[in-house]
Every structure is written in C-alpha cells, then in structure tokens.
C-alpha cells in the first residue's frame, strides 16, 4: 500500500461506504451458501417450543451454523422480551 | 385495491433496479403507500440500493412457501414511512416462484397498498414472465443502443401476449423509460435519439434518466438517485413521477448543455 493509499482509506467517500456494506454482506452470503437446508425447519421447530414458554417472534430467534476446523458449531441466539 | 407496475427490459443491466428503487420512492414521497419487490430470485441486490441488505430476515420465497407472514417479511424503508421492501431470495431453485403463490401474495398486498412495484430480472425466462404476468402497467426501460431496443420490443410482445391482461383480452398499459441517456453522443449522432427510440417502439414516453456519475454514488450508499435533487438523474426521475401521475412536462436533459470555457478546459 503506498502512502497516497493510506490517506485514501480514512476518507469517507462514497466508494468507502460502498466497500464497508459489500464486506458485511459477502461474508453473511457466504456463510449462508454453507449452511445446510434444514435450517430454516429447525429453526421454526426451535421457536414452536420456545414459544410454549415466552412470547418471541421468528425475528427474536437466529439460528446460524458454522464451520471451526473440524467442529460445526450450532449457535441459536434468541431474544427475549424485557 | 393496489396497481401493480412491472419494471422490466429483455436486456440485463440497463437499470431496471435503479429505475424500480428511484420510482418506488418517488411514489411512497407522493404520499402514496408503495411495495417495492425484488423478483430476482438468486441475484437479490435492491436491498442493496435501497440500504437494507442488514435488515433482510425473510424474504419472498419464504413467504410464498408458508416458512414467515408479509409483515415479518417486508421491511420498512427508514427515509419514507410509506415505503415497504420485500427482497428476493437467494435461493438457486429456479422454480421456487410460482403462478399461485405469486398472486397470493400480490392479492394480500392489494389491500392495503397504493402501488406495487416489480423489479424483474433480466430475460424473458420463467422470473421475467412472473414479474410481468399480473401487471396493470409496465415500465420498459431501455438504453439508446440496439440490442436494448431490440429486446425492450421483444418485452413487449410477451406484455402483450403472456400477462394476466392479455390472457383476460384486454391489456397492459405501456411506458418507455429512456436511461442512461448520454446527450453528447446523441447529438453528435453516436448514440440512438430520443425520437429514433419512440419512432421504433411506439410507446408513451415517461422520461429520459441522462447516463449520470451520480446513479453510481446513489448505489454505493444505498440511496435512491431520486433523492439526490441536485442530480440531472434524480430530476429526471423526479419529473418521471409527476408524468406518471398525469402531468405534462417538457422532457429535461436531453440536449446536450453547452458547456461553458472553464468546464471545457476543466471538465
Ligand atoms: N442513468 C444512469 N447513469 C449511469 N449509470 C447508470 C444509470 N442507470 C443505471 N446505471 C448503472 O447501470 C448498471 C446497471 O443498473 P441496474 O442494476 O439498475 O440494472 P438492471 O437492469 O436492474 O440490471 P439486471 O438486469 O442485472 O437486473 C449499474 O451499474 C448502475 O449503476
Ligand atoms: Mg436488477
């Protein structure tokens, strides 16, 4: 990187809005490629039991699956109402 | 009951996206409650135009499949109160869109929506035609060159042919929307005119968008150009909506601007 580059990369134009919202969502599309299809299944099934309990909306639990070397790792994030 | 408004052109990448995300905020600014839907099914990208792709939970597959309600899925634009986004999924099942469960949801739309805007995807294959298949009118969006015309004609045949309208004998109403419009190579005469492009497709014309740096900033922010009111493409697209509900005004940037000494030393 020269330094003319260095400068370049702090300012906040619009290509850097750009770059910034395109690397957040290649990562998210990626993961999502990975993921295997019976999760959005599993995901409902998830929130059918959760509800018997608390009031939540299909938006209050995420349901994501990621690689780790050799372990797949199931992380269920649910948000309860305060 | 809602009208639905197809925006669709044969020819990838002339600006169908664009053009859906500038008229649906145009509309929604009218003060007319607006639904924008991203029928490209496998290439989402007008969340991206419209700055939502992080808020994106369910998307139109996952509604027509029963797997999220519309209101989980449409997510509200947060500069127009009146603008709601359903965004496509990215799904790689070609027939993930079908007849039945698209007209469901359009139907569910209609209740409560003024307009509903379709962006399809390019081509004339199985997403196109869903696209197209329940509109009222079609915004045809075509570049001056050939082989856009060219398609922008073939777009029109199925219009005219294979759209819910046609079928019910009577029939989509049509608007040409010129983009990219590059004055300069018009006038020189490198360019189709304005005039050439309505003599051939004989459809109404509803604007002329000037090929604009400014589309390219609108995108990489997520704005729609139409709320860049110092841009020629935001006018341009401004003055579009005022057409589309009825007023008659004088085609803007379509001469090329005489450009002063320092611009031509400069610009
Ligand atoms: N008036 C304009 N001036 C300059 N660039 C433009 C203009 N309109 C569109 N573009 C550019 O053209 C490209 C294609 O635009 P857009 O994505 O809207 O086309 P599309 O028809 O939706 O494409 P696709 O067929 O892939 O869905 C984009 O890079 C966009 O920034
Ligand atoms: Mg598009």
Do not use: W
Not at chain 2, 18 to 27: F, N, P, Y
Not at chain 2, 28 to 41: E, P, Q
């Amino acid at each position: 990187m020269s330094i003319f580059d260095r400068f370049r990369v702090k300012e906040n134009t619009s290509a850097n809005i750009a770059r910034e919202r395109l690397q957040i969502v290649v990562a998210h599309q990626r993961n999502k490629d990975k993921q295997p299809s019976y999760l959005p299944q599993l995901q409902r099934e998830i929130l059918a039991v959760i509800k018997k309990f608390v009031d939540v909306d299909m938006d209050d639990v995420a349901v994501d699956i990621s690689q780790e070397n050799m372990t797949s790792i199931l992380e269920v994030n649910v948000t309860l109402p305060s | 009951m809602a009208k639905i408004i197809v925006v669709t052109s044969g020819k990838g990448g002339v600006g169908k996206t664009t053009t859906s995300a500038a008229i649906s905020m145009g509309l929604a600014l009218s003060g007319k409650k607006t639904v924008v839907i991203d029928f490209d099914i496998g290439l989402r990208n007008l969340d991206l135009i419209m700055d939502c792709e992080r808020r994106v939970v369910f998307d139109f597959v996952n509604v027509i499949q029963g797997d999220a309600s519309l209101n989980q899925a449409l997510i509200k634009d947060k500069r127009c109160e009146k603008l709601f986004i359903l965004p496509a999924s990215q799904t790689r099942d070609k027939d993930a869109l079908t007849k039945e469960g698209v007209e469901k949801i359009l139907n569910e739309l209609s209740e409560t929506f003024d307009y509903i805007i379709c962006d399809s995807p390019a081509g004339i294959e199985h997403g196109a035609q869903m696209a197209l298949y329940f509109a009222d009118e079609a915004i045809v969006v075509t570049n001056p060159e050939v082989s856009s015309v060219r398609d922008s004609d073939r777009i029109l045949g199925i219009l005219q042919s294979k759209s819910r309208r046609a079928e019910q004998g009577s029939s989509v109403k049509e608007h040409l929307l010129i983009t990219r419009y590059d004055t300069a190579r018009a006038a020189k005469g490198e360019m189709l005119s304005v005039t050439d492009i309505v003599d051939i497709l004989a459809v109404p014309l509803l604007g002329v968008i000037p090929e604009s740096s400014s589309v390219l900033t609108a995108s990489n922010q997520g704005t729609p150009v139409i709320l860049d009111l110092k841009s020629n493409a935001g006018q341009a697209y401004a003055d579009a909506i005022r057409r589309f509900e009825g007023e008659d005004l004088e085609m803007r940037f379509i001469k090329p601007v005489k450009k002063g000494i320092l611009s031509r030393v400069f610009g």
